[in-house]
């Protein structure tokens, strides 16, 4: 059975690193788990599912201009693709993660049977999102990367009133994010300002940077989340993705 409160828990943010391909996925996951095997934590994949057909407006389906029409557009996957890439999760013996961007991809994830539903920082206030994700069983994880401490109050106290397991992740909008931004001051903040949730770190500096996991572990975080992937002759990582050296193909 899988152990869902072991910790510390260190999260391979997968994001759109698969390139559009369902076998580079796997890749990444294979990858991961070689990675993990030595250390004696407890590691999950987390993977973003959006439904493209609704999620991008019908007025900007084409603009190839706009980097995150252009982006989403050639990551695509279809949800059966997704479904394998988690199986392949599940396989690899890690926890299986998710954030949903729409409210047809929270129903997805309860569907492929994922073990922690994950809100993205940028959403953390999208109230009709919220919503369905209180609707779900499963343990949400949300990020707080941009929200004031008045907006962070108020979705704990949203899911409280629903008796809806969250915990936080302190989390900076910036890709990558510089040393003197990353205000790891603020794990402790929120461990004093919610001392009866989980407060975890979501990290985007650069990959050769070890002393932000380890202060953030200090403060008291428990939970860790890194993006990562697999660099290719054809597909090349971003500037806040790690890999394992091993797995550059």
Not at 16 to 30: C, D, F, P, Q, T
Not at 128 to 147: C, D, W
Not at 175 to 191: C, F, G, V
Not at 236 to 241: E, R, V
């Amino acid at each position: 059975m899988k152990d869902l409160s072991r910790r510390p828990l260190f999260i391979f943010e997968m994001a759109n690193n698969h390139s559009g391909s369902v076998e580079h996925g796997l890749r990444i996951v294979k990858a991961m788990q070689e990675a993990a095997k030595d250390f004696p934590f407890h590691f999950a994949v987390k993977l973003q599912y959006r439904d493209l057909d609704t999620f991008i407006h019908p007025a900007f389906k084409n603009r190839m201009d706009l980097k995150f029409v252009k982006r989403f557009s050639e990551t695509r996957l279809e949800w059966g693709e997704y479904k394998r890439l988690k199986n392949a999760i599940d396989e690899a013996g890690m926890l299986a993660i998710c954030t949903p961007w729409d409210e047809i991809s929270v129903g997805k994830i309860e569907e492929h049977g994922y073990d922690f539903i994950k809100i993205p920082s940028c959403y953390l206030n999208d109230w009709p999102l919220l919503e369905r994700i209180a609707q779900s069983t499963l343990p949400i994880i949300g990020s707080v990367a941009g929200m004031s401490l008045t907006e962070v109050d108020k979705v704990v106290g949203f899911f409280r009133h629903r008796n809806r397991p969250l915990s936080l992740m302190h989390c900076v909008g910036e890709y990558p994010t510089r040393d003197e931004n990353l205000q790891l001051n603020q794990i402790e903040l929120m461990k004093r300002r919610y001392p009866d949730l989980e407060i975890g770190y979501s990290t985007h500096e650069r990959p050769d940077n070890y002393d932000g996991v380890k202060i953030a572990i200090g403060l008291g975080a428990t939970m860790f989340e890194k993006h990562v992937g697999v660099a290719t002759d054809t597909i090349k990582l971003n500037a806040y993705s790690a890999t394992d050296r091993k797995s550059v193909v």
